[in-house]
C-alpha cells in the first residue's frame, strides 16, 4: 500500500494551481499524470538575464533594460502585431505582441510610464526588437525579474514559465521524507538530502547543475537505479523462492558432447556450467545467454536439454520463425539422437494426422525435446512433463507468450538467448532479474569478415564485383535501410535496387520485406538458404540468426543510419563458413566525426561486445543502442552513459538491503519502500514477468 506521506504527490495535475481542465492534458502530455510527475521535471537550461543599455543590447541575448514607455504602435491590419515603443536614454526598444492582446498590454503600460522590460533581444531591419517579452513591470517590482532563470520543457499552449510555476508549486507540496540512503554512503558522496535535492533541480544557480554530474542530479539518479534494482532483485528473490526440479549434469549429456565434432570454447565450458548450476539448485532458473550469432548458444542449451532428458523431464526450444526453428531442429535432433534423446519440430506447417502424432508424442512423454515457433504454446500442446522452456531472441516474444510456454510445465526453468550485445555497464538494468552469462569467444576456424567502408558513388564497382563472385556461385545479401517514416516509400527503394541489380546481375536476386508475411518471408529465405536465390536484397527483416553459410557477401547501404549493434548482427550473418567473407558497409558522404569512428570500429573488431561498449561512448548515451525498443527503462533521472559508475553500486546495494532485511521492515527498509513508491514506473526489462 503507498505510504500516506506520498498522496500529495500521488494527486492529479490538475490538484495543482492553475492547472484547469484546458491546461490539464498539455501538462500531462509534457510531464504526466500526477504531481510527482511535475516534481520531476527538471528545466533543460538556465538563461541569465543581464541589465544592459539599448546602446549595447546584443541581438540573440535575454537581456534586461530600464525603459520609459514612448509610443502606442496600434496594428495596421489583422495579422498586425501591437508595438510598444520604448526609450532607454541610449536608444529605441520596440516591444512587440502578436495575437490580439496587445490592446490590454497597452493599457497597463500607458506612454511615459516607466518600466523594466526583459526578454530576447532582436533586430527587424533597423529596429531594435523584444518579441512578448518575459517580464515587463515598474521599477520598485525589479525583485520580480529573477537574474538567473531555470527554463523548462515547454509545449504549444503551455509556455516554459508557466511550467517552472507548477514545478515550484508541487516542489513546495513534496513532503520531507525518512532518507532511505546509508548516510556514510551520501557523506562520502557529499550528496544532498531528497528534499534537498529536489530544491537545487529546481533553482539551478549555473548550467553546471544541469549536468549529469551535479551533486544532486547523482544523488537523484541513484535513488532512481536503486529503486529499479531493488524491483529487479526482489522479482529474481521471488522466483528463487520456487522450487523447481533439481537436475543434474548426466553421463548421457557428455555422451552428446562427446560426440560433436568439435570442442566446446571455454565461454560455452562456462555458460554450461553456470545453466548446470542453476538446474541443480531447486531453484527456478532464469538465466539469459548472451552471445553473437554463431557462437554456439544453442549448442550449449541442447547439452542442458540432454541432462534434463536424462532426469525425465522435458524441454522446449521456442524460436520466433519458423526457418530459424528448422535451423535448430536441425542442429539438435541428429546428436541427441544419437543418445537416444528424441525430438520435434512444431511449427504452423503441422497439420492434421502429422501435428497430431506428434501432439501425442509430446504429451505422452515419449519424445524429450519440442523445437518450434509460435506452435508451441498454443493451447492444445501439453507437455507430459516440462522442465525446460529455452527462447531463442527472446525479445521477439512478448511476455505473455513466453509465460503461455512456461506455464505448461511446473515451475519450468528459463533460459532465455540473446544475440543483442549489451555492454556490460548496461547488463544490470535492463537484465536485473536474471543472470547472466556471456559467450564472448567464437568457436574457432572462423575466418573474419574483412570490411570496408565504400561512398555511394562507387555503387557500380560494388556491383560489377558481385557480379562476378555471383558468377562463381557465392551468395550475397544486399540490405537497405528503413529511412523514411513510410515503410511503403522504403519498401519501393528496396524494389527499385532488387530491379537494377537484377538487370546487371541477372535473374538469381531475390527480395525479401517488411510487408510480406511470415510465410512469405520464410519462403523466400529458404529459397535463399538452398542457393536458388544468389542476391538476397532485404529491408532489415533479415532473420538474425539465420545460418547461411554459403552466403560470403554483405553489402549494407546507408550504413551510417543503422545502430552499431545492429551493423554488427547484419555482418555476423556472413564468414560463418570456411570461406572468406567481406561486408561492405556503403555510406552517403560526408560522413560525420563520429560516423567515421563508428564505422571505423567494425572494421577493426568483430567482438560484439567491445563494439556494443564503444558505440555506447562515442553516442555518449542517449538511446545509444536503440535501447529503448529492446525494453530498456524509461529513466526520468538516471542517464545510463553519465551515470554508468552508480548502476553497478545500486545493484550490490540492493542486493544487500535485501539479504539483510527481506521483507523491508527495519526502518531503513521502510524508507526504501517509501523509494520505490515513489518511483512506481514499471521496470521495463524484457523479461520482467517471465517467471
Ligand atoms: P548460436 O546459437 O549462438 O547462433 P549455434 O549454437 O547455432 O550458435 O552454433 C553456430 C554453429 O557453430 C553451429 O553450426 C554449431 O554446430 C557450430 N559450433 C558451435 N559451437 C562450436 C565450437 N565450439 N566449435 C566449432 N563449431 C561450433
Ligand atoms: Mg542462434
Redesign the pocket.
Known amino acids: 500500500m503507498r505510504p500516506e506521506i506520498l498522496f500529495p504527490l500521488y494527486a492529479p495535475v490538475k490538484t495543482l494551481k492553475g492547472v484547469g481542465p484546458r491546461v490539464a492534458p498539455l501538462l500531462e502530455k509534457l510531464a504526466g499524470p500526477i504531481v510527482r510527475d511535475v516534481l520531476f521535471l527538471a528545466p533543460h537550461s538556465v538563461v541569465r538575464r543581464r541589465p544592459a543599455t539599448v546602446a549595447s543590447a546584443v541581438e540573440g541575448e535575454v537581456q534586461t533594460f530600464q525603459v520609459e514607455i514612448d509610443e502606442h504602435q496600434k496594428p495596421r491590419g489583422p495579422q498586425q502585431p501591437w508595438k510598444l515603443r520604448a526609450f532607454d536614454g541610449t536608444g529605441f526598444l520596440t516591444l512587440v505582441f502578436f495575437g490580439g492582446f496587445g490592446g490590454s498590454v497597452a493599457e497597463k503600460n500607458p506612454v511615459g510610464a516607466k518600466r523594466l522590460v526583459s526578454g530576447k533581444v532582436e533586430r527587424f531591419g533597423a529596429e531594435l526588437q523584444m518579441p512578448h517579452p518575459d517580464y515587463i513591470v515598474a521599477p520598485e517590482r525589479a525583485a520580480e525579474i529573477p537574474e538567473l532563470e531555470a527554463v523548462y520543457p515547454a509545449t504549444a499552449g503551455l509556455p516554459a514559465r508557466t511550467v517552472r510555476r507548477f514545478a515550484h508549486e508541487a516542489l513546495d507540496r513534496a513532503p520531507d521524507l525518512t532518507e532511505w540512503q546509508d548516510p556514510a554512503w551520501l557523506e562520502r558522496q557529499g550528496w544532498p538530502s531528497w528534499k534537498e535535492a529536489l530544491i537545487r533541480l529546481h533553482s539551478p544557480a549555473t548550467e553546471a547543475d544541469l549536468q549529469p554530474t551535479a551533486l544532486h542530479v547523482r544523488r537523484l539518479a541513484y535513488d532512481e537505479l536503486l529503486a529499479h534494482q531493488l524491483a529487479m532483485a526482489q522479482r529474481k528473490a521471488d522466483r528463487r523462492r520456487e522450487p523447481a526440479a533439481k537436475i543434474a549434469a548426466a553421463p548421457l549429456a557428455d555422451g552428446v558432447e562427446a560426440a560433436l565434432p568439435?570442442?566446446?570454447?571455454n565461454a560455452?565450458r562456462r555458460a554450461l556450467s553456470e545453466i548446470r548450476g542453476d538446474l541443480a539448485s531447486g531453484e527456478r532458473m532464469s538465466r539469459l545467454v548472451q552471445?553473437?550469432?554463431?557462437?554456439?548458444?544453442?549448442?550449449?542449451a541442447m547439452l542442458a536439454m540432454a541432462d534434463v532428458a536424462a532426469g525425465g523431464g522435458q524441454s522446449a526450444l521456442m524460436a520466433p520463425t519458423e526457418i530459424l526453428a528448422r535451423q535448430?531442429f536441425e542442429?539438435l535432433s541428429g546428436p541427441l539422437a544419437a543418445q537416444g534423446i528424441k525430438a520435434v519440430l512444431l511449427t504452423g506447417r503441422d497439420k492434421g494426422a502429422g501435428r497430431a502424432e506428434k501432439l501425442r508424442a509430446l504429451a505422452g512423454g515419449e519424445v524429450q525435446v519440442a523445437v518450434g515457433t509460435h506452435a508451441l504454446f498454443q493451447d492444445e500442446v501439453a507437455f507430459h512433463r516440462l522442465q525446460f522452456a529455452v527462447i531463442?531472441e527472446q525479445h521477439r516474444f512478448g511476455v505473455a507468450e513466453r509465460q503461455r510456454l512456461q506455464a505448461k510445465g511446473e515451475a519450468t526453468h528459463l533460459l532465455a538467448?540473446s544475440?543483442t550485445p549489451i555492454p556490460r555497464t548496461l547488463e544490470l538494468t535492463l537484465y536485473g532479474d536474471l543472470d547472466v552469462s556471456r559467450?564472448d569467444e567464437k568457436?574457432?576456424?572462423r575466418t573474419p569478415v574483412a570490411t570496408r567502408a565504400v561512398p555511394m558513388g562507387r555503387v557500380e564497382e560494388v556491383e560489377a564485383r558481385l557480379r562476378a563472385v555471383v558468377a562463381e556461385g557465392a551468395q550475397a545479401f544486399w540490405i537497405c535501410p528503413l529511412v523514411s517514416e513510410s515503410e511503403l516509400v522504403d519498401l519501393k527503394a528496396a524494389e527499385k535496387r532488387a530491379e537494377e541489380l537484377r538487370h546487371r546481375i541477372g535473374p538469381t536476386v531475390g527480395l525479401v520485406h517488411g510487408k510480406m508475411t511470415g510465410a512469405e518471408k520464410d519462403a523466400v529465405m529458404a529459397d535463399f538458404a538452398d542457393g536458388k536465390i544468389g542476391v538476397l536484397v532485404a529491408t532489415t527483416v533479415v532473420e538474425v540468426?539465420v545460418?547461411v553459410p554459403n552466403a560470403t557477401i554483405m553489402v549494407i547501404e546507408q550504413a551510417e543510419r543503422f545502430g552499431l549493434a545492429q551493423l554488427h548482427q547484419l555482418r555476423g550473418r556472413v564468414g560463418?563458413g570456411r570461406r572468406e567473407s567481406s561486408c561492405v558497409l556503403l555510406y552517403d558522404p560526408p560522413l560525420s566525426e563520429t560516423a567515421q569512428k563508428r564505422l571505423d570500429i567494425l572494421r577493426r573488431t568483430d567482438d560484439g561486445f567491445q563494439i556494443a561498449e564503444t558505440d555506447l561512448e562515442l553516442r555518449g548515451g542517449g538511446d545509444a543502442l536503440g535501447l529503448k525498443q529492446s525494453g530498456f527503462p524509461a529513466y526520468v533521472f538516471a542517464d545510463p552513459f553519465a551515470h554508468r559508475d552508480l548502476i553497478a553500486v545500486a545493484g550490490d546495494d540492493a542486493r544487500l538491503i535485501l539479504a539483510r532485511d527481506p521483507q523491508l521492515k527495519s526502518p531503513r527498509g521502510q524508507a526504501v519502500s517509501v523509494l520505490q513508491e515513489l518511483f512506481d514506473w514499471r521496470p521495463a526489462s524484457p523479461l520482467k514477468d517471465a517467471g
Open positions: 568439435f570442442k566446446l570454447t560455452q552471445g553473437d550469432v554463431g557462437s554456439g548458444k544453442t549448442v550449449v535448430h542442429t531463442d538467448m544475440a559467450i568457436p574457432p576456424g540468426g545460418n560463418r
